[in-house]
């Protein structure tokens, strides 16, 4: 984390750093997930307003699991979230969703060998 003072209002604002999944001290990837080569990392923070959290991910999966991963607490929604995603599989584009439930697992409904998913969201704590 760090911390920024605001010129306008003379507060402190908390900035988290971005937390990388299967980094270390970080959470790991469910089954089968890892990052697409070439690509950014999959990750997710804390933005310095309204309780949001983005999350971004180019993730491409052998078909072991749908959860991609698992958030820790303090990161999760307060209510099931369905974000939109870019969905490949076998070379052809879908759009689709992926859910973060309030336990924090990242899932994707129909996942298959070679599938990957592209995304970039933010969704709220609370």
Request: charged share 15%; proline share 5%.
């Amino acid at each position: 984390m760090g911390i920024i003072r605001t010129a306008r209002n003379k507060k402190n604002i908390i900035v988290d750093n971005w937390h990388y999944i299967g980094g270390a001290g970080e959470p790991a990837f469910g089954a089968g997930w890892s990052n697409l080569a070439g690509y950014s990392v999959m990750g997710f923070k804390k933005l310095p307003f309204d309780n949001a959290i983005q999350i971004r991910a180019n993730v491409v999966s052998n078909g072991a699991s749908a959860t991609i991963c698992t958030l820790p607490v303090g990161y999760r929604p307060r209510a099931d979230v369905d974000l939109p995603v870019l969905f490949n599989a076998a070379g052809t584009y879908t759009a689709r969703f992926i859910t973060i439930s309030t336990a924090g697992v990242v899932a994707v409904p129909v996942a298959g060998a070679a599938t990957y998913i592209i995304f970039y969201s933010v969704f709220y704590t609370d």
